[in-house]
């Protein structure tokens, strides 16, 4: 099974405090036991890097650069990655689609073909999906078990 897995379900795997974050993690680890394949694209990795960023800063100026570094090269293995075009931008921008972001996203999976689903906390901004998409608890009772 080929799986787009949204930033936002790696973000809650590795924080930890969030909502879906145990189930998130399961997805996490499965993905990592190769049970699945990761499907990504290379605007939600800058999304992850950037918030592990944010939230790895020493101070106002400095960065816990190498802990960022660590965390992606860990990451980046684990995802096969699927290109962005002009196209997909423009699609989402023709589309239902109210977060633009996610537009691309569905749109680059659909232009990849055989992904078979996404992966997202935020299951409400993928509603014009032509692909199923379901919540990490969703993914991990029906297709983990």
């Not at 684990?78 to 921008?93: G, K, Q, R």
């Not at 023709?94 to 232009?111: K, M, P, T, Y």
Request: proline share 4%.
């Amino acid at each position: 099974m080929r799986v787009l897995i949204d930033s936002d379900v790696v973000i809650a795997a590795m924080a930890g405090t969030e909502d879906q974050s145990e189930a998130s993690q399961v997805v996490m680890d499965a993905l990592a036991e190769g049970r699945f394949t990761g499907i990504t694209t290379p605007v939600l990795m800058a999304n992850i890097m950037f918030v592990l960023t944010n939230k790895w800063r020493i101070s106002r100026k400095h960065v816990d650069r190498e802990r960022v570094v660590k965390a992606m090269n860990g990451l980046l293995p684990l995802f096969t990655m699927v290109p962005v075009s002009h196209a997909d931008f423009y699609a989402s921008f023709a589309s239902e689609f109210i977060d633009l972001e996610d537009g691309v996203q569905h749109f680059a999976a659909l232009h990849a073909t055989g992904v078979d689903a996404i992966i997202t906390c935020n299951t409400k901004d993928f509603g014009p999906s032509r692909i199923p998409v379901m919540e990490p608890t969703t993914f991990a009772a029906n297709h983990l078990e």
